[in-house]
């Protein structure tokens, strides 16, 4: 097991937050404010798209040391790329029809005062997080709700989590043995502790595209020094 060696102060995971925002092109520093206690990181400010908060939310998150991030930025949009309900909900239309990944006609959507709302059934989480991500980058997008329901062909716990033990072997520095994976019918709860986000997200993402996968419950924790 490692120890400890070392550790940021609030003031320096602040700064390296800062510098990451400067480095992340999709949102400029300028626009959101970065407060840091105890390892929790607060975002505040006000950004012109719902994809340049998310993007300010994974550039925290990508720091070493950052726990946890509290995301309140918010979205106003501009008067030149406002849309209405009407023709945003055309614009969500044709994005989840021309990405060719994603089953458009399994999936509907509600707008309301630039909130969009999906819905609908597919077969597996990568179609559920394509639809989100195809909808989520258009302008005029104040945030997405993500109702969607997966509905994966059933199979063996045991096959599940031994597909997601191989994948984790493969992509997370082989220390698979740090990761709890439990499987209810195709409902996965992950516990254990990771280096960083990074990490994280590179697990979170083996077990979504694992077969028979519907749900995945996240209780990893972040601790840079273990």
């Known amino acids: 097991m490692e120890t400890l060696?070392?550790?940021?102060?609030?003031?320096?995971?602040q700064q390296d937050v800062l510098r990451e925002l400067r480095w992340d092109l999709r949102v400029a520093e300028t626009e959101v404010g970065?407060?840091?206690?105890d390892g929790i990181v607060t975002l505040t400010g006000t950004v012109d798209s719902f994809a340049k908060k998310l993007a300010a939310r994974e550039?925290?998150?990508?720091?070493?040391?950052?726990?946890?991030v509290a995301d309140d930025v918010e979205v106003?949009?501009?008067?030149?790329?406002?849309?209405?309900?009407?023709?945003?909900?055309?614009?969500?239309?044709?994005?989840?029809?021309?990405?060719?990944?994603?089953?458009?006609?399994k999936i509907r959507s509600t707008v309301a005062?630039?909130?969009?709302?999906?819905?609908?059934?597919?077969?597996?989480?990568?179609?559920?997080?394509?639809?989100?991500?195809?909808?989520?980058r258009l302008h005029g997008v104040r945030g997405v709700i993500d109702n969607i329901v997966v509905n994966a062909p059933k199979v063996e716990p045991g096959k599940v989590r031994k597909a997601?033990?191989?994948t984790l072997?493969?992509?997370?520095?082989?220390?698979?043995?740090?990761?709890?994976v439990r499987v209810i019918e195709g409902k996965v709860t992950l516990d254990g502790r990771v280096h960083s986000f990074p990490e994280k997200e590179a697990i979170l993402g083996a077990v979504r595209n694992a077969?028979?996968?519907?749900?995945?419950?996240?209780?990893?924790?972040?601790?840079?020094?273990?």
Do not use: C, M
């Open 5 to 13: 060696t070392s550790t940021k102060t609030d003031a320096q995971i």
């Open 34 to 37: 970065v407060e840091v206690h």
């Open 59 to 68: 550039a925290a998150h990508r720091v070493s040391g950052v726990l946890d």
């Open 76 to 105: 106003k949009l501009p008067g030149l790329l406002t849309r209405n309900d009407t023709d945003l909900a055309r614009a969500v239309r044709h994005a989840l029809e021309w990405d060719v990944f994603i089953p458009d006609t």
């Open 113 to 136: 005062n630039g909130w969009v709302t999906l819905e609908g059934t597919v077969e597996s989480l990568v179609d559920r997080d394509d639809a989100e991500r195809a909808v989520r």
């Open 164 to 166: 997601i033990e191989d």
């Open 169 to 180: 072997e493969r992509r997370a520095d082989r220390e698979a043995n740090r990761i709890e």
């Open 211 to 226: 077969p028979g996968v519907k749900l995945v419950t996240d209780n990893l924790r972040i601790e840079p020094y273990f």
